[in-house]
Every structure is written in structure tokens, then in C-alpha cells.
């Protein structure tokens, strides 16, 4: 099992380009996530998704749109890439019930805006 | 909301027993996680505690106290590969909030 993937590793952006960063699992787990983390600090949610055709807003939303067409693919979308969105971005995913607490996270994707 | 607290850093011999304290300040969650990340790794889950009291995973064991919105993490016999950040995070919901993390030095 590769677990959960995350495509591309490393990109570099412009102001104002748009770009999606794509998650893959493997654990056939319902939950999936997008965070993003900045230097020397936690990790905060974008936006979560608790089943295929389900997203929902995290924590910071603005800026980004996501979709979950398909239960083992969770997209992050940015359309009009902004300095302020320069981040590790990490995805993460967790099965249903008491394992729900024990998330399964991606390798990052290093993003900067210029 | 949601926030929790966690020291920003934490320094111990190789050997000893460190603890890591978290406060948080929320209702309505569903436990308390923590998380250990390797600089320029991804986080990787280490322990939750649904209820109150200690959980113990090896070397490492976890701890909670709802009426007190306080927990801990205790890593016994340091190891040189201990030396990360580690991050308490509680579910609001279907929400995950995570603390700011507390690096943690291991020296020889």
C-alpha cells in the first residue's frame, strides 16, 4: 500500500495563477483533508471532505475550493495563487468510528507564490 | 472556538523522561491526538485519548483530563530520534484543530 500520496512535491507559482494539487489514498478510508502548515507553526484546516461528493469548510477556506469526486481522490484547487498562499500544503485521511481520531497524512506539497 | 496551548520548546538528555503539556479551550470535542513530525517530514499519528486517564504506547504514553481541558504526552527513555515537534490536536465536530506544536532537542 502507498498510503497517501501527494502530487506535484514542490511547485512554484506566480500571482495570479491557478493550480490544483492532487491527494490519492489507498486505505479506502471516507475521510479526507487539506492542511496547510507555515514555518514554525500547527497545522490548519482548508477544507474536509466526509465521503465522495462531500466538502466542507475548515478552519481557512478562502482562496481555495476543493472536490471529491471519486472516494480515493481529494483535489485542492487554487485559482488565483496569492503570496499569502505560499505553505506546506498536506493532505490527510481517516477511517470511520474510533480510528476516526488517527489521520494518515501525505508527504507535503512545498508551494510558493511569487 | 477552538485554541490550544502548547510550550514552544523543550530540551532533554538522551535517557530521561519529558513531558509535553496541552490546554485547549473548546466544548463538544471528541478527544485529544497527538502527533510527532520530523523537520521537513509529514506528521505521523502517535496516540488519542477518547476518556480520561493514561494510554500507554511503548515508550511513549498519553494522558487527559476533560474537567481540567488538559493533557499530556511522556516520552520515557529519550531517544536521538525523538528530537521533532509534536502537536496535540482536538476533533470539534468534524473539525480537527491543532496546537502550535512544541519542538522537542534530545541531547546526548
Known amino acids: 500500500n502507498a498510503g497517501v500520496t501527494q502530487t506535484p512535491k514542490f511547485r512554484v507559482l506566480k500571482t495570479g495563477q491557478s493550480m490544483t494539487l492532487l491527494c490519492a489514498q489507498d486505505?479506502?478510508?471516507?475521510?479526507m483533508y487539506w492542511y496547510r502548515q507555515d514555518p514554525g507553526m500547527g497545522l490548519r484546516l482548508i477544507h474536509y471532505?466526509?465521503?465522495?461528493?462531500?466538502?466542507a469548510k475548515g478552519e481557512v477556506p478562502d482562496g481555495y475550493n476543493v472536490s471529491r469526486l471519486k472516494k480515493q481522490n481529494f483535489l485542492l484547487g487554487l485559482e488565483s495563487a496569492a503570496p499569502s498562499q505560499t505553505s506546506v500544503y498536506f493532505c490527510?485521511?481517516?477511517?470511520?468510528?474510533?480510528?476516526?481520531?488517527?489521520?494518515?497524512f501525505g508527504p507535503g506539497t512545498r508551494l510558493t507564490v511569487t | 472556538g477552538q485554541s490550544l496551548e502548547q510550550p514552544s520548546e523543550v530540551t532533554a538528555v538522551e535517557g530521561a523522561i519529558v513531558q509535553i503539556n496541552c490546554t485547549y479551550q473548546?466544548?463538544?470535542?471528541?478527544?485529544l491526538s497527538w502527533y510527532q513530525q520530523h523537520d521537513g517530514g509529514a506528521p505521523t499519528f502517535l496516540s488519542y485519548?477518547?476518556?480520561?486517564g493514561l494510554e500507554e504506547t511503548g515508550r511513549f504514553s498519553s494522558f487527559l483530563s476533560r474537567s481540567d481541558s488538559y493533557g499530556y504526552l511522556l516520552l520515557q527513555e529519550l531517544q536521538m530520534k525523538d528530537s521533532a515537534s509534536y502537536f496535540c490536536?482536538?476533533?470539534?465536530?468534524?473539525?480537527?484543530?491543532f496546537g502550535p506544536g512544541t519542538r522537542l532537542s534530545v541531547l546526548p
Open positions: 490527510a485521511s481517516s477511517s470511520q468510528g474510533v480510528r476516526h481520531n488517527e489521520q494518515y
Open positions: 486505505m479506502n478510508h471516507e475521510y
Open positions: 471532505s466526509v465521503g465522495e461528493g462531500t466538502t
Open positions: 473548546t466544548s463538544g470535542f471528541y478527544g
Open positions: 485519548n477518547a476518556l480520561d
Open positions: 490536536a482536538v476533533l470539534y465536530g468534524q473539525n480537527f484543530v
